[in-house]
């Protein structure tokens, strides 16, 4: 059984540019949530794709957009940076039948210059 | 709205030290509740997990007992070691709805030889 995989590991980007994260979602989830965690403090939830349909978002501006395909794998975006954007961006995947557990990727580490 | 506050760190003890680490949460519904680690450089692990009151979680020594009448998750290992240092995420999550994790800031944990 595979993991929950995200690429790229690090990147580095300037304000105002945009980014990209990539996430491919453990064999049998469906559902795929991201969350922001900035240093030193806890996750915080951006949204959340089932079936390819946002599904719940938490407080974050609309230039946090995201996609879900068909084989569950999900994209999260970003527009116009900004430095407060620098952060570890985690992707969890689950089976959407109520109390499934959220399994964490690796995340990805964005710093914004 | 749902919030997780977990004591501050950072908390250094001796190997095979009894560790407590408190978490305490406020939630309209009836969460499920979850302790996640997190080892340097690396995304967040699920440790245990409760979903209804009076459950115990366990895992790899550790063990933590859903209190409804207390709010509280609080985990608990008897005899710790040094490869147990990371740090440790509370988290609740509502059933219904979009199923997002709300985490407390996290505890640093160091265990010293």
């Known amino acids: 059984e595979t993991g929950v995989t995200q690429s790229p590991t690090h990147l580095i980007k300037t304000r105002g540019q945009q980014v990209t994260l990539r996430c491919s979602s453990q064999s049998g989830h469906n559902t795929v949530s991201w969350y922001q965690q900035a240093l030193g403090q806890g996750p915080q939830f951006i949204f959340q794709y089932y079936r390819e349909e946002e599904n719940g978002r938490g407080n974050f501006p609309p230039r946090f957009s995201g996609l879900q395909f068909p084989n569950y794998s999900s994209e999260l975006n970003v527009n116009a940076l900004e430095l407060d954007d620098s952060a570890l961006y985690l992707c969890?995947?689950?089976?959407?039948?109520?109390?499934?557990?959220?399994?964490f990727g690796p995340g990805t580490r964005l710093l914004v210059l | 709205g749902d919030s997780v506050t977990q004591m501050e760190g950072p908390v250094t003890l001796s190997e095979e030290a009894f560790l407590t680490i408190n978490c305490t949460y406020t939630a309209t519904g009836y969460p499920s509740l979850f302790w996640y680690v997190q080892y340097p450089g690396e995304g967040l692990q699920l440790l245990l997990k409760a979903t209804k009151a009076d459950d115990k979680g366990s895992n790899k020594g550790f063990e933590a007992t859903y209190r409804k009448e207390t709010t509280s998750f609080h985990l608990e290992k008897g005899s710790v070691q040094v490869s147990d240092s990371a740090v440790y995420f509370c988290a609740l999550s509502d059933p219904k709805g979009a199923q997002k994790l709300v985490f407390g800031q996290g505890t640093r944990l160091t265990i010293n030889p």
């Open positions: 969890a995947s689950s089976s959407r039948t109520g109390l499934e557990t959220q399994y």
